[in-house]
């Protein structure tokens, strides 16, 4: 999906779910449809740049409206900071744990085979599987 796509998908989905759009929502969505890996100073950072009066405890609340929803990922890869990612069926995140770079890989043949692997594990714990996160951890080539 590109980041019209996405941005579409969403707005789709907040429709469906009766979920009011306000202006700060549609600002929100836009951020991340087009931003791959962000923490909520950096989207509140963004939004300012949209619209200079920006209630922060409303930024929060829809993070968190978001959450419930699943239609955000929260990822916690150092510990630290929380960063925020759209929603995919299939995501895979390489991490390098020298220099804490992450690789997201998105990867169409390799989804797939991953998918009906997990596909059938799911099925001998009686879980129909519709997506999947993993989380990978190594060293690169620049840290070795
Ligand atoms: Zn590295
Ligand atoms: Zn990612």
Redesign the pocket.
């Known amino acids: 999906m590109n980041s019209t796509e996405m941005n579409d998908f969403y707005i789709n989905r907040l429709k469906e779910l009766k979920i009011k759009l306000t202006e700060l929502r549609i600002n929100i969505i836009k951020i991340i449809s087009r931003t ?2 962000f923490t909520i100073n950096e989207l509140i950072d963004m939004l300012k740049q949209m619209d200079s009066k920006v209630n922060i405890m409303s930024v929060y609340n829809n993070i968190d409206l978001l959450l419930e929803n699943h239609l955000l990922y929260a ?1 916690t890869f150092n510990g630290k900071y929380i960063i925020y ?1 759209a929603i995919k069926p299939h ?1 895979i ?1 390489i991490k390098c744990d020298e220099c804490s770079k ?1 690789i ?1 890989v998105d990867d169409k043949k390799e989804n797939t085979q991953f998918m009906n692997s997990f596909i059938s594990l799911g099925k001998k714990f009686n879980v129909e599987v519709n997506h999947y996160k993993i989380e990978l951890h190594g060293i690169c080539n620049e840290c070795k």
Request: aromatic share 0%; net charge negative.
């Open positions: 791959k890996h990822n990612e995501l995140h992450i997201d």
